[in-house]
């Protein structure tokens, strides 16, 4: 008993080494992914601070001592109060950023996208937790919830309110590389002549970025290894640097902290200092990104890494530019204002590579950051439909998208090319960066109060101080809307009319859906007046109704007047939680009795789930409606949940592939080989008796328990010999055009904005595509909205 006890003692502290061995390697790679853009900062917050008449004119170490204040001070306010001890604390089943937080809000206040929600939805593993039950009627949360469910226009200004944040990030991601690169290679400039510098600066900027993005499809993780590393030595390079200035100039700056030096900055160079303000946010930018990237790492392992490097690196960088400049005063003329002005002239060419480095691994988190919340918003409905490739079989979210790239790449190089500096970027990436942050607090008021029932003062509280310092920085970022912050407003404009018109044309078509499905019993009268012909295989219907026969396949049917004998009514619906567990893929359903074979199945997806290729998900389609055949007979009970979706009864199913105790289905050639292994087998099996004609043969491998009926049987030998008959997809191509009568806005918006943006993106499809083996039969249909 002794030695037990003692062995569980060890193998309990072995556990906690590992678990503590796990988070600090995670810290370690956050370092690369999380904090490339927050730690290239230093490079151009003093340049973009000074660059104000009135304070770069100064003669006093007041204004210097200012400056360094509030950059202390927003660094500990913003990244480490707001970002590391709050917010982090509202992810969404582990993940973060602005869409997680609405998609939260959408699951405590039942306010969705699109109207297709069902009962079957709420019980999603991942959709109740971080659920922590009703809260009283009389509570200001209740009353909250209420309205948001009642009024629409509250449920638009929630969905604009994360449009704009999510806007606002993609100007993020042409802006940041942008300007970190530029910073970066403006290094040179210190080692030739002022004439001469833009003439190298600005192409070698370009360059750079042309090479970034052109690597993109390459995917992050062959060089992701690499990341961690540089970032770590830039951090120690600006700490150790920082260091030596502090000790070598002003060992006293450390004084700057007192927060009278921010009052006695804003007394003194008032205007100008208030403008200044837009140069000193931008020692925050890539905050967001601590919790936008949380889904790749946990809490623990942001906030270690944060704290124990990031901050105080970022600290001492600061303080010891402050240090350099309180003795060589920043002037246009005789010292100029920039980073590299405060290193060794012995370590200018060392530090300036490893900037350049530094800062494309910035830009490189923030472009996958917005490849990211691109593929959200396409889940959600909220973009048009784009070619997603995923360039890692192994880390989950390392994604490609190739037209979003190349857009990116051509606004990232205009930008570059049209501003040639800094001064103007700053501008422009700080308005961007601020509204982020100010979207954010906003949702997360609305979190503290919906989603945690916390009091509705806490939530107050919350908004109005980091409000209140956030819509300050925002003022003075957009006081400069002449001098670049019009940038982030133009960018973010276009992408919000495009993502709220594609949502609005989504809605309408789905509306006009709801509208036109016809009953069952419309069908089968049907026909016997047309003469319906049932033909061998399954044909699978797309659909984006949850109940109810679409108008697409009745105009199908009309003009040819046969289908299937095994039919299944196909709806891939995206849910507002970020993975559905593959035990809870599927909603399976029969239309009206079992003799029609005519099934319904809803295939569910978080908005960070992978998609499976054609073949798996053909397999597990069909393996989980004979799984529901199977389990859903009077003798068997093994079905998970049963909901009722407008008469019909609706299963939960998994797929097969994760449960061995289930059906499964095996397909091989029609010859002698594939002939001995059926009879090889000794496990309960349907098969058929090879016909000749046949290229495959499909076999159900049952469970051993419990018994199936006779009904049952029948119904598994129709699907396995539809099955050996193919697969035929129906897919309906519509085109959307509004009614006579429409306001011109509407006409405007459907006409043309919409279908514009339908025909010039990807067709709506299954999230599989079509196997080479599989027919396609596509449906035309005019949609009057």
């Not at 006890?5 to 370092?31: C, F, H, P, R």
């Not at 490097?309 to 309180?326: I, R």
């Not at 919000?496 to 949502?503: K, P, S, T």
Request: proline letters at 4%.
């Amino acid at each position: 008993m002794v030695m037990d006890l003692e062995s569980g003692v060890v193998s309990e502290k072995n556990a906690k080494k590992d678990s503590w061995k796990t988070i600090l390697m995670m810290a370690y790679q956050s370092l690369g992914v999380v904090y490339g853009e927050l730690g290239t900062s230093p490079l151009y917050v003093y340049r973009n601070t000074f660059a104000e008449e009135d304070i770069s004119h100064s003669k006093s170490n007041d204004e210097i001592y200012g400056v360094l204040s509030f950059v202390f001070w927003t660094l500990t306010i913003v990244p480490l109060l707001k970002y590391i001890f709050i917010v982090l604390k509202a992810d969404d089943n582990g993940e973060g950023g602005t869409f997680a937080l609405y998609s939260l809000l959408c699951r405590h206040a039942r306010v969705s996208s699109l109207p297709n929600t069902q009962l079957a939805d709420s019980e999603l593993t991942e959709y109740k937790m971080n659920v922590l039950g009703p809260s009283s009627q009389q509570s200001f949360g209740f009353k909250l919830k209420s309205a948001l469910e009642k009024r629409r226009v509250l449920q638009k200004f929630l969905l604009v309110l994360a449009l704009i944040g999510t806007c606002m990030v993609i100007g993020d991601g042409i802006l940041t590389p942008a300007i970190s690169v530029l910073s970066a290679v403006s290094g040179l400039e210190h080692t030739m002549a002022k004439e001469h510098h833009q003439y190298i600066v600005i192409p070698i900027a370009c360059v750079v970025l042309i090479c970034l993005f052109a690597l993109q499809h390459y995917g992050t993780h062959r060089i992701g290894f690499l990341f961690a590393p540089i970032v770590i030595v830039w951090l120690l390079c600006i700490s150790v640097i920082g260091l030596y200035n502090i000790i070598h100039w002003n060992p006293r700056v450390y004084r700057a902290i007192s927060p009278r030096y921010m009052f006695q900055f804003l007394k003194k160079t008032q205007k100008g200092g208030w403008m200044s303000l837009g140069g000193i946010m931008l020692c925050i930018t890539g905050s967001e990104a601590m919790f936008a990237d949380l889904g790749h790492f946990s809490q623990l392992s942001i906030k270690i890494a944060f704290t124990f490097m990031v901050y105080p690196s970022l600290l001492l960088a600061y303080m010891g530019q402050a240090a350099y400049l309180s003795q060589h005063h920043p002037s246009s003329n005789e010292h100029p204002i920039g980073f590299y002005v405060s290193v060794p002239d012995k370590l200018k060419w060392p530090v300036l590579i490893i900037a350049v480095l530094a800062a494309v691994v910035g830009s490189q988190a923030i472009i996958t950051g917005t490849f990211s919340i691109i593929k959200q918003c396409s889940a959600l409905g909220c973009f048009p439909r784009v070619k997603i490739i995923h360039t890692s079989s192994k880390v989950h979210g390392q994604i490609y998208i190739p037209e979003v790239n190349w857009i990116l790449m051509l606004l990232c190089l205009a930008v570059t090319l049209g501003f040639r500096d800094t001064k103007r970027l700053g501008h422009a990436s700080g308005l961007a960066v601020i509204t982020v942050m100010l979207v954010t607090t906003c949702l997360m008021s609305l979190v503290i109060v919906l989603c945690w029932h916390r009091s509705v003062f806490l939530a107050i509280g919350f908004i109005f101080f980091f409000g209140t310092i956030e819509s300050l920085y925002f003022s003075a970022s957009l006081i400069k809307f002449l001098e670049g912050a019009w940038v982030p407003i133009a960018i973010s404009l276009v992408f919000l009319i495009v993502m709220y018109v594609w949502h609005y044309g989504t809605l309408k078509k789905f509306e006009f859906d709801i509208q036109n499905k016809v009953s069952i019993n419309w069908l089968l009268s049907l026909g016997r007046s047309l003469g319906i012909v049932r033909v061998r295989g399954i044909g699978v219907v797309q659909t984006e109704l949850v109940s109810g026969i679409p108008g697409i396949f009745t105009h199908f049917v009309t003009n040819i007047p046969a289908f299937h004998q095994v039919l299944v009514f196909l709806c891939i619906k995206h849910v507002p939680v970020p993975h559905v567990r593959p035990e809870e893929r599927f909603l399976i359903g029969r239309i009206d009795t079992s003799e029609y074979r005519l099934y319904r199945c809803i295939a569910r997806y978080g908005y960070r789930d992978v998609h499976k290729d054609d073949v798996e998900f053909e397999n597990d389609l069909i393996c989980s409606i004979a799984e529901f055949i199977r389990s859903g007979t009077p003798q068997s009970s093994d079905c998970k949940l049963d909901f009722d979706t407008d008469g019909e009864k609706m299963s939960v199913v998994g797929t097969s592939s994760n449960h061995e105790d289930r059906i499964q289905m095996a397909e091989t050639d029609n010859d002698e080989d594939s002939e001995e292994l059926y009879q090889a087998s000794d496990t309960r099996e349907i098969r058929s008796p090879a016909p000749v004609q046949l290229r495959k043969r499909v076999r159900f491998i049952l469970p051993e328990s419990p018994k199936i009926n006779t009904d049952a049987m029948e119904e598994l030998h129709d699907l396995r010999e539809a099955r050996e008959g193919g697969v035929a997809y129906i897919i309906g191509r519509s085109h959307m055009k509004s009614k006579q009568g429409s306001s011109m806005l509407k006409r405007v918006s459907i006409d043309f904005i919409y279908e514009f943006l339908r025909k010039n993106s990807r067709e709506a499809d299954f999230p599989v595509g079509l196997s080479h083996s599989s027919s396609t039969l596509e449906v035309g249909m005019m949609y009057l909205v």
